[in-house]
């Protein structure tokens, strides 16, 4: 009697809770990455300066780093689907709101703060969440392959959301981006509705101050962790300054407006889902130490700017710190994935992200005053500075050195598993 036929069935790595949160954070990311360049010209076009831009980012980053560990806490304590789409759904509404002030043309700016904040609260709330659920579906053997695909799918929106937004808002307006950011947020909420928790978070069997202790104390009990937190605490702000501040600025002045910052945009998620590629094949022992190499890559776009290079030399810098920061953020992932307890997972990302961020309010409030004080190519100087100076910094740390992955960590699976027919 002849064999059965087999069939191919996905991948034991790729579950349902994965696909799922996989494709949300693609249609969100879609409309994320346009936003910031449709809200930095909404301000610019309404007659703000380079510090009112400054101003409007720190809005939205504040309530985020204020509500992370508040997030995180309740990530761990009740399912992490429903926040996710609750979360969702309030950013989705304010970004509505937002829109359509600045299509009706009387956005003031204090409304443009007070929504800004807003979002930025929904972002405190989700991704605590989103990064717990991730984890949580993602076996420890292969989240390396895992990890590359959740990163390019997520990267991958960057280009068209960046390229997108740049040529809706030279063509048509802030406005229209800023409304297709809110219909993201509700589709993304739509597909989270259907996550459903492979493992419902551990009971705390106490008050949350107790919960954010053992987050804290699980945080704090690694070096290599406190030290990279440290490190992009100040990178962030600086990245941040030059994306969401100088970057537009620089634009508007010599390059042909939102249209070329777009494209330069797009070169930097080019650059995140290219290297995905790579990241999903490649697995170097030493994790940190490897995603270190990756974070010299951050400084690269000040560095363009800040020596008024032409338009082709600032895409491909953009290009070289997107590839950075997939290298970086894989191997970020793997470590977490690795190193920290699964009933932990939503508290420590709170507290990695709260430290990461800390700094991004005052850097980017402070983003204008130092351009007036320093001249904008000075302001970019520094922050090109400081990018490289940082990333050698912390190779000081020998955890950060040493870290090492588990040799069963990510074991070669095969693309297909064939199955017998029945």
């Known amino acids: 009697m ?5 069939r191919p069935r996905r991948s034991s790595w790729a579950s349902r809770n994965f696909r799922i949160q996989t494709a949300a954070t693609v249609i969100s990311g879609l409309g994320n990455a ?27 980053l504040l309530p985020t780093v204020l509500l992370l560990v508040l997030g995180g806490a309740l990530a761990d304590r009740l399912p992490r689907h429903r926040i996710m789409v609750a979360a969702n759904l309030f950013s989705g509404a304010s970004q ?40 949580q579906a993602v076996p420890e053997e292969h989240a390396a392959r895992a990890f590359s695909v959740f990163r390019m799918g997520q990267n991958a929106s960057q280009i068209g959301g960046a390229a997108l937004g740049g040529a809706l808002t030279a063509a048509v307006g802030p406005g229209w981006v800023l409304a297709l950011d809110a219909l993201c947020f509700l589709v993304a909420a739509a597909l989270r509705f259907f996550l459903e928790p492979e493992k419902s978070p551990a009971p705390s069997g106490g008050s949350m ?23 992009f605490s100040v990178l962030v702000a600086c990245v941040g300054a030059v994306e969401s501040v100088y970057g537009p600025a620089v634009a508007e002045e010599r390059l042909g407006g939102a249209g070329a910052w777009g494209l330069v945009m797009s070169a930097y998620g080019v650059g995140l889902v290219a290297t995905g590629l790579l990241m999903a094949r490649w697995r170097p022992r030493r994790i940190l130490l490897a995603g270190n190499w990756g974070v ?16 082709p030399l600032l895409v491909a810098a953009m290009f070289l710190s997107g590839v950075g920061v997939t290298v970086f953020g894989v191997n970020w992932m793997v470590a977490l994935r690795q190193e920290i307890p699964e009933e932990m997972f939503s508290r420590v990302s709170a507290y990695d992200e709260l430290g990461s961020y800390s700094l991004a309010p005052v850097g980017t409030a402070l983003a204008g005053p130092a351009a007036v004080a320093l001249g904008l190519g000075g302001a970019l100087w520094t922050c090109a500075v400081a990018c490289l100076v940082l990333s050698a910094a912390v190779l000081l740390e020998p955890q950060v050195r040493r870290l090492s992955r588990r040799s069963s960590t990510d074991a070669p699976v095969p693309a297909t598993e064939p199955v017998p027919a029945p």
């Open 2 to 6: 002849p064999t059965p036929p087999t």
């Open 34 to 60: 346009g936003a910031p360049i449709a809200t930095a010209f909404a301000v610019l076009g309404n007659g703000g300066s380079t510090t009112d831009v400054g101003y409007v980012t720190a809005a939205r």
């Open 96 to 135: 509505a709101v937002l829109a359509a002030l600045v299509l009706a043309g009387n956005a003031q700016l204090w409304q443009l703060l007070l929504l800004s904040a807003a979002g930025g609260a929904g972002y405190a709330l989700y991704s605590p969440a989103s990064g717990g659920m991730i984890m």
């Open 209 to 231: 101050l107790r919960d954010l202790r053992e987050g804290w104390q699980e945080f704090v009990s690694r070096r290599w962790l406190r030290v990279i937190v440290l490190q």
């Open 296 to 311: 010299f890559l951050f400084g690269l776009p000040a560095l363009a700017l800040a020596a008024a290079v032409p338009l």
